[in-house]
């Protein structure tokens, strides 16, 4: 084993005995220097197996495969923040009567479903992304509203 694999293993078979590691991967790492070690690390790699099938939140870190990537990688907090507004944004829609054509209304919608999408793209982040939806329901409908009234200006005079 070389030189820098052996000290590798001396320290993550020391923290692994007083029990400071925290990462599957880590103990995994031990368990195959452990390995590579000898005959005389059987409990090192004992306790490098366990540790790993103790913490892996996939089973294939261990065996030495891959772990498959997150379903969704934002933190739960990001997607409590992000969902607040959009949840209030529709409430509002439905519940305060707008004058306003058929055609805005839908664009108004597409407008908080593509805020949504950024803002779930983004949780990973969660007070960027709220701050960026926020931004964009409070902005774009009146943006929206007053291009929409210049052009009926614009038809009226005309």
């Known amino acids: 084993m070389p030189a820098r694999k052996h000290e590798a293993f001396l ?21 195959v220097l452990a390995d590579a070690n000898g005959e005389d690390d059987i409990e090192a790699h004992k306790l490098g197996n366990a540790g790993c099938w103790r913490t892996a939140r996939d089973r294939a870190i261990c065996s030495g495969g891959v772990a498959k990537p997150a379903l969704l990688r934002g933190t739960p907090i990001g997607y409590a923040l992000a969902l607040f507004p959009i949840v209030a944004m529709l409430l509002v829609k439905r519940l305060v009567p707008r004058r306003s054509s058929r055609g805005f209304q839908l664009l108004e919608i597409g407008a908080i479903a593509a805020a949504a999408a950024l803002t779930f793209a983004r949780a990973g982040t969660p007070s960027f992304a709220t701050l960026v939806l ?5 902005a774009l409908p009146s943006v929206v509203e007053r291009h929409v009234g210049e052009l009926r200006a614009r038809r009226a005079t005309a």
Not at 11 to 31: E, P
Request: hydrophobic letters at 60%; a positive charge; aromatic letters at 12%.
């Open 11 to 31: 320290i993550l078979r020391d923290y692994a005995k007083r029990d400071l590691i925290g990462s599957a991967y880590a103990y995994r790492a031990l368990a």
């Open 134 to 138: 926020v931004a964009a329901l409070l």
